[in-house]
């Protein structure tokens, strides 16, 4: 049993970019391969490109965790915001469209994502 802090970032992935981040808080409790997390990043600007990215999680070598995890998004157009593995560091900002279709969102010149979830490592 494990609990601890980490430091969400978030990064374009196409271009990461940098941000100026008026919060970045993220804390998780591992048990055995288990981890679940919370965080809470804000930035008012980043250069990043292509999509929203989440990385900076607290372990790296995820399997395919199954599902995605449901998000507040704050001041960017979302319909039905989720968190989604992308790699097996990161996470993608998604969204669903009219026809069920989770598409990735594009990199924001200013946001929020809350997002909390369970990761299972390999």
Known sequence: YETGTFTPVVAGSVAAGTGTY???????????????????????????????????LPFLGWVNTPGTFP??????????????????????LRDVSGAGVLSLVSMAGAGGVICSGTLILA
């Open 71 to 92: 998000c507040e998004v704050l001041d960017i157009a979302t319909v039905k915001p989720y968190c989604g593995q992308l790699s097996n560091s990161s996470l993608g």
């Open 22 to 56: 008026t919060s970045q808080s993220g804390f998780y409790t591992r048990m055995g391969n288990t981890v679940t997390f919370s965080f809470n990043v804000t930035w008012t600007s980043h250069t990043g490109t292509g999509a929203i990215t989440i990385t900076g």
